[in-house]
T-cell receptor, first 115, second 112 residues
Framework: EAGVAQSPRYKIIEKRQSVAFWCNPI?????LYWYQQILGQGPKLLIQFQNNGVVDDSQLPKDRFSAERLKGVDSTLKIQPAKLEDSAVYLC?????????????FGPGTRLTVL | GDSVTQMEGPVTLSEEACLTINCTYTATGYPSLFWYVQYPGEGLQLLLKATKADDKGSNKGFEATYRKETTSFHLEKGSVQVSDSAVYFCALRRGTGNQFYFGTGTSLTVIP
């Protein structure tokens, strides 16, 4: 079974530029998560989708971050414009949905450096 | 709100030493608890989980018991190996909504 795919793996941009990340979850996983992991910290949830609907985006800085999952499968996360403090690893994860405590499966992440 | 607090690292141990990484949580309702591991250069992967009070999760020689009375889920291993060197994250999943909350991670280095 293929895992969660993310691209690109690395991105270096200058502040005020825009950047987009892509995620393809495990087939059949209705729930998709985007996390931000700053060096030395744990992952922080940015947004959670169930199918193509948003379940939780309370910690997404909506003035500069946006995310979509139009067909309920792939998802993109965009930052526009980027700031220095956005330098982090952006993790995508997916899980089955339901009452059981399904585990999340993580992709390898995209390491963003903002100069 | 819901949160996880885990012991700060880094932790350095000699091979075959005993390991305990403390984790406590704050949550409403009945969360599920997880330990994830991140090996150098790799993504996060599930190590073990427990879904209700007094459950014990175990995998690869690691164990953790869900203690509701002390709101804890400490990770233990009796004899660590060099290959256990990684960053360990404690996490909880809310009883409803499927949201996850992670601790800050504890870096473990095991020396031969």
């Amino acid at each position: 079974e293929a895992g969660v795919a993310q691209s690109p793996r690395y991105k270096i941009i200058e502040k005020r530029q825009s950047v987009a990340f892509w995620c393809n979850p495990i087939s059949g996983h209705a729930t998709l998560y985007w996390y931000q992991q700053i060096l030395g910290q744990g992952p922080k949830l940015l947004i959670q989708f169930q199918n193509n609907g948003v379940v939780d985006d309370s910690q997404l800085p909506k003035d500069r971050f946006s995310a979509e999952r139009l067909k309920g499968v792939d998802s993109t996360l965009k930052i526009q414009p980027a700031k220095l403090e956005d330098s982090a690893v952006y993790l995508c994860a997916s899980s089955l949905t339901g009452d059981r405590p399904h585990e999340q499966f993580f992709g390898p992440g995209t390491r963003l450096t903002v100069l | 709100g819901d949160s996880v607090t885990q012991m700060e690292g880094p932790v350095t141990l000699s091979e075959e030493a005993c390991l305990t990484i403390n984790c406590t949580y704050t949550a409403t309702g009945y969360p599920s608890l997880f330990w994830y591991v991140q090996y150098p250069g790799e993504g996060l992967q599930l190590l073990l989980k427990a879904t209700k009070a007094d459950d014990k999760g175990s995998n690869k020689g690691f164990e953790a018991t869900y203690r509701k009375e002390t709101t804890s889920f400490h990770l233990e291993k009796g004899s660590v190996q060099v290959s256990d060197s990684a960053v360990y994250f404690c996490a909880l999943r809310r009883g409803t909504g499927n949201q996850f909350y992670f601790g800050t991670g504890t870096s473990l280095t095991v020396i031969p």
